[in-house]
């Protein structure tokens, strides 16, 4: 399915703009139009292929390899084809190879002056996106495959591309600098995510790194008990000796699918750290005590 503002930013893309005062005359134009009722415009050879793409992923294997076969005759270099291929692979040796191709396009293509003018803000540029996600997907592969340190690489490169991370690779990067100790990288990242005092992924982190660092101080287990008030559906999955690891595709703030997703990631940094769980749990039974009283 195509995603909903790509038409929006073909048009944009369009438009030759001198001023900001010309890109809110022709924004005004477009007022009251739905996203689905945009002028037309000629599809370049590239974006025909992405939209052949697009229309893949809501065919049967037999009919979206054939769209994905067209792609590339309109576009060998079609990121979003590599991306589809990649992720309808089951084997992940196999999945990284091909998100590798699409992510060695992605260089050539926003690299030298591209790279200069826009580095940090790819995910802002609509066509950057679907490298961005190749690189995600690859860091996620390599953390699977146990290839922790140079995910870790991957990340950052991500970071660098996109400082405002609208892929989240933050809360796995935190969780991972715990477990390779790297306190100095660790602080460096949460210091760029300062602002971020919601995220279950990211509190108890923190509680865990000031453990892993501090020790039982009263530092540590306030940020724990603040972390704990925020989602105590992390401990609780923790303490739950049946609990299994699920596939959650969304989640709200503060939701047991928030733990979930942390704890897909996170539970090895724990198990990692001498006395972390002892150090939980007694933690929070001592704030449970006092509240039921």
């Known amino acids: 399915m ?11 893309a369009r438009q ?4 900001i005062n010309e890109m809110q005359a022709f924004l005004d134009t477009l007022t009251g139009k739905s996203i689905y009722n945009l002028p037309q415009i000629d599809l370049t050879v590239e974006e025909q292929a992405q939209d052949l793409v697009f229309e893949a992923y809501e065919l049967t294997p037999a009919k979206a390899r054939l769209n994905i076969d067209k792609a590339f005759k309109l576009d060998p270099n079609c990121i979003e084809a590599y991306e589809y291929l990649a992720s309808r692979e089951k084997k ?34 609509h066509e950057t996106r679907p490298f961005l996600r190749c690189l995600y997907n690859k860091a996620d592969i390599l953390l699977i495959m146990g290839k922790i340190t140079e995910s870790v690489v991957v990340m950052e490169e991500i970071l660098e591309l996109n400082t405002g991370d609208n892929q989240g690779v933050r809360f796995q990067l935190l969780s991972v600098l715990i477990m390779l100790d790297d306190p100095e990288k660790f602080k460096k990242y949460d210091k760029m995510f300062a602002d971020d005092k919601h995220s279950a992924s990211i509190l108890y982190s923190r509680a865990l790194f000031a453990f892993k660092t501090e020790g039982n101080n009263a530092h540590a287990r306030k940020i724990l008990n603040n972390a704990f008030n925020k989602n105590p559906f992390v401990v609780q999955k923790m303490l739950d000796k049946d609990f299994k690891l699920k596939d959650v595709n969304g989640y709200t703030l503060g939701s047991p699918e928030e733990a979930d997703i942390y704890l897909s990631y996170a539970l090895h940094s724990w198990y990692k750290t001498e006395g972390a769980f002892d150090w939980l749990f007694e933690t929070i039974l001592k704030k449970l005590k006092k509240f039921t009283k």
Request: glycine content about 12%; proline content about 2%; aromatic content about 14%.
């Open 92 to 125: 992940a040796e196999k999945a990284l190879v091909i998100f590798e191709k699409g992510i060695a396009i992605g260089r050539k293509k926003f690299g030298g002056k591209f790279l200069e003018q826009n580095k940090g803000i790819f995910w802002g540029i």
């Open 16 to 19: 030759k703009f001198n001023d």
């Open 2 to 12: 195509k995603p909903q503002m790509t038409d929006f930013h073909r048009l944009l």
